[in-house]
């Protein structure tokens, strides 16, 4: 089977030059090995995001991960980066001939320059209809600056004044979009929450417990 994965990823790594020469130095491609989370990125083509080969993948790729098998293709969304840039993508998941789930082709184009002309032409026309703004991801070749930057999100309120119910809120949050499943991430959230190993996993397991019983 794994012979069978790295064939799929050789067969594909043509594809991510390809793809990238067609749209030209606004589109981006990386073609993900999900086995190993910290250093998925195996073949990329472009630079839209900065990604490199041997660097982690995105917040979006932890939530496919995170979803396993279950992890469907994710098609012409829209996020923005820290530094504001939009960028419209398309994540494709790949399967291997039992149908589990192992990796991903992903596009990226830098759309700004689209946006900010779209905009003018809706100024101009009187059109005073704001569009919806899109969410913040972080993309990064590092997983440890990817996990802090979803740990961000989450510091309006600090440790010490979430209740037992928002504790365990907050560890199903990271879970669900794939924060445990990067090896030592466990660690990483307990010191920057500034609690023990032990509590983390304590936390992390209460909040699958109650997850599985429908969050009653």
């Known amino acids: 089977m794994e012979a069978e994965r790295n064939a799929i990823l050789a067969a594909l790594t043509p594809v991510v030059d390809g793809i990238a020469a067609t749209f030209g130095p606004v589109c981006e491609v990386v073609l993900h090995d999900y086995r190993n989370p910290e250093k998925s990125a195996v073949a990329v083509a472009g630079s ?8 982690a993948m995105s917040e979006i790729g932890m939530r496919m991960l995170a979803r396993g098998d279950e992890a469907a293709d994710e098609l012409n969304y829209v996020t923005r980066t ?11 998941v790949l399967r291997d001939s039992t ?11 830098d759309v700004t ?22 969410p913040v991801t972080t ?8 996990v802090d930057a979803m740990l961000d999100e989450h510091r309006h309120r600090s440790w010490a004044a979430l209740d037992r119910a928002g504790r365990l ?10 924060v445990f499943a990067v090896r030592r991430a466990i660690e990483q959230v307990a010191g920057r929450l500034g609690i023990s190993r032990a509590s983390a996993y304590s936390y992390l ?3 699958r417990t109650k997850s599985a019983g429908g969050h009653s």
């Open 48 to 55: 839209v995001t900065g990604r490199s080969v041997g660097g």
């Open 82 to 92: 820290p530094t504001g840039q939009l960028v419209k993508s398309s994540t494709m």
């Open 99 to 109: 149908g589990a789930v192992f990796g991903a082709l992903c596009v990226n184009v």
């Open 113 to 134: 320059a689209a946006n900010q002309v779209h905009a003018l032409l809706g100024a101009l026309a009187g059109s005073g209809t704001a569009a919806a703004e899109p």
């Open 139 to 146: 993309f990064g070749d590092d997983i440890d600056s990817v």
């Open 169 to 178: 809120d907050l560890f199903r949050s990271l879970d669900e979009r794939g």
């Open 205 to 207: 397991s209460q909040s």
